[in-house]
């Protein structure tokens, strides 16, 4: 039976955790670029699995050092940072934003998969739904808050992505979210540095 109360309460901390956390601006960045519907299925399916991992794993995952994590996550947000400023073509101006033919649902949800997969591993919100899964030993209604909470998070980016695209040139867009992964990647270093 699922627990409203926890359900409620689980997505209320992790829609905060995440909010200001990289999935907005992936979301962002992918919602710019491709087809909102499509990116939104692979990064939900690949929330799914997380939260999933989360709940299994209970506890365990809170046991890996923090370092370890840390130095993964920085060195993935400066590859992301270098990547988007070296992919520079077509960023010109108010462009429209070009979707070649061979951008089909299985290619952009993967790429929406694959980069919140390998990106949000160890995210303090999988280790926080970790610990909301051991302490509350409802795995169904913390399951449920944390993807719903993870879900809405990355909609937001998403939409808020494509809003953004009719007021703002892709280009300043790409450069602003290299700077800001490049910062994150930073800070994730530092924190790993000083411990």
Known sequence: MISFSVTALVFGVVFLAELPDKTALAGLVLG???????????VAAAFAVHVALAVAAGSVLT??????????TGVLFL???AMLLMKR???DGGAEIRRPEDQSFWKVSG????????????DLTQIMTANL??????????????VLALWSVAGLGIVG????????????????AAVLMLG???????EAVTG
């Open 89 to 91: 073509g077509g960023d």
């Open 79 to 81: 590859g992301g940072a």
């Open 111 to 122: 790429v929406g998969f694959m980069l919140i997969l390998v990106a949000e591993f160890g």
């Open 63 to 72: 046991l890996l050092p923090q370092q370890i994590v840390h130095v993964v």
């Open 32 to 42: 710019t670029r491709y087809r909102a519907s499509y990116v939104f299925a692979g």
């Open 161 to 176: 992505g494509k809003a953004l695209m009719k007021r703002v040139p892709l280009g300043l867009i790409t450069r602003i």
């Open 184 to 190: 994150l990647g930073v800070w994730s270093l530092w």
């Open 133 to 146: 899964a051991a302490r509350y030993d409802d795995p169904l209604s913390v399951g449920l808050g944390a």
